[in-house]
């Protein structure tokens, strides 16, 4: 017998073992300061204040006359206030005058407010003649003007540490002037596929081959939880080449994926490298699909040899991954929320082990998907999965379960 998986770990142990390997090894997490220009969707990594008092300057909010507001108190359409005109600012521009009784500036929405004038009366309610403004309305003190700092005051938070920068974020944060911004970096996810068998997709089909579906597959749920994937490519079942490989390959990222290897077929010597090059700390977990998962450390790095078949490589990729990297690369993660509903028809299970099985929810029914962990198509039907606990063997037809959407 191969020296392969024999203590498995449950799921329970396995998560809190990878819990703490995540806390030792990525804590704190990176910050990178990046220009605003490719800040969208990036997660703040501390608070962002503003410089500067928002506007900067008293600033006229309509197209019109700055004048004193006393200066119109009794103006009407039929009994104008007359006023003179001493100057023109627009937008842009800093005034020269300053307003005094019985006179007024010409002013453009965003220019400065003139020293003196403390109301706008817009052009709609005014009119020149000859050398005379004609103030139609009355005007309060304050009128369309935006005050210095009433947007925000200088030194106000503008956008909280984990926050999430939406367009609306990104446009109060460049009004203040900021140009970048510390962000969470975004983990560096090395994805490594092994097989003699395997191709690329876009190769040509030959006998014996298969297409390399997992590099794609695991690349996007990868994204998908806020990282950033790299996609190593294939790499045959040879000790040498597959050493060389991971031993390159761990220094340009931060966690390497691989899949395939992890069993206990002639080509597997996935164990045997990561013991070579570093450590095996996990192999087997009491799981269904994806009990020959290792998981290893090399350099101070964490690596998941996930297992080849797809179903199997993407459910431990949720379970095991998944939550662990939302919270590294600073996503959200919204409540692991599960969808009630009756089983379609009755469900076997293995004993022994917690067995995920992939559903398809239809009419409001739950049904089980029973083809193999190869089977892609499997994963390109399924809804979600449930859970069935290791001591249960069968869960009958009409029996409520609870199935894990696969995108949340
Ligand atoms: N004697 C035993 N055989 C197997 C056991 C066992 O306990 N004893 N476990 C089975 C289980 S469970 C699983 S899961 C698989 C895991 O095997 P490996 O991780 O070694 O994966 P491979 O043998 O390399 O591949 C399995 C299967 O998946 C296909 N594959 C692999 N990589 C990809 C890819 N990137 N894209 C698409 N398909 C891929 C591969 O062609 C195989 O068909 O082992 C069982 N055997
Ligand atoms: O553990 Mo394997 O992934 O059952 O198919």
């Not at 770990?9 to 300061?33: C, G, M, N, W």
């Not at 600073?330 to 969808?339: A, F, L, Y």
Request: charged share 25%; proline share 7%.
């Amino acid at each position: 017998m191969g020296r392969e998986f024999l203590d498995l770990v449950d799921t329970r142990e396995a998560h809190s073992i990878i819990r703490s390997l995540f806390q030792e090894i990525y804590h704190p997490p990176k910050v990178e300061k990046i220009n605003l220009k490719y800040a969208y969707g990036r997660v703040l990594a501390q608070d962002v204040k503003s410089p500067i008092d928002l506007p900067p300057f008293n600033r006229a909010s309509r197209d019109g006359y700055a004048l004193k507001a006393e200066d119109t108190f009794h103006a009407s359409e039929d009994n104008p206030s007359i006023l003179k005109c001493i100057e023109v600012i627009e937008a842009g521009a800093i005034p020269q005058k300053k307003v005094r009784r019985g006179y007024c500036s010409r002013i453009s929405t965003g220019a400065p407010i003139p020293e003196g004038a403390d109301a706008i009366v817009m052009i709609e309610y005014t009119e020149e003649e000859d050398d005379n403004i004609l103030i139609y309305r009355s005007a309060y003190p304050g009128q369309h003007i935006a005050p210095r700092g009433s947007d925000m005051p200088k030194n106000e938070i503008i956008a909280k540490k984990n926050s999430i920068l939406s367009p609306e974020k990104i446009g109060a944060i460049s009004a203040a002037g900021i140009s970048k911004v510390p962000v969470i970096a975004k983990p560096k996810i090395g994805i490594l596929s092994t097989g003699n068998e395997l191709i690329e997709p876009s190769n040509h089909w030959t006998p014996g081959k298969i297409f390399d579906s997992n590099s794609h597959s695991l690349a996007a749920a990868v994204k998908n939880c806020g990282c950033e994937p790299k996609i190593l490519g294939i790499v045959k079942d040879d000790y040498t080449e597959v050493y060389k490989t991971i031993q390159e390959s761990i220094q340009e990222c931060d966690i390497l994926i691989t899949s395939g290897g992890t069993s206990a077929g002639a080509g597997d010597m996935l164990r045997e490298v990561i013991e070579d090059i570093g450590e095996v700390i996990i192999h087997g977990i009491s799981i269904k699909p994806g009990k020959p998962t290792i998981i290893g450390k090399i350099d101070d790095k964490l690596v998941f040899g996930l297992p080849g078949f797809p179903v199997s490589a993407l459910i431990i990729f949720d379970v095991f991954l998944r939550p662990y990297l939302m919270e590294l690369s600073g996503k959200p993660q919204m409540e692991h929320r599960t969808i009630e509903l009756p089983l379609a028809r009755r469900l076997h299970s293995s004993r022994g082990r917690i067995h995920y099985a992939l559903v398809k929810i239809e009419n409001n029914k739950v049904y089980p998907i029973l083809k193999d962990s190869g089977a892609i198509t499997s994963l390109a039907d399924a809804d979600g999965y449930i859970k069935v606990p290791k001591n249960v063997e069968i869960l009958e037809e009409g029996s409520n379960v609870k199935v894990s959407p696969f995108s949340q």
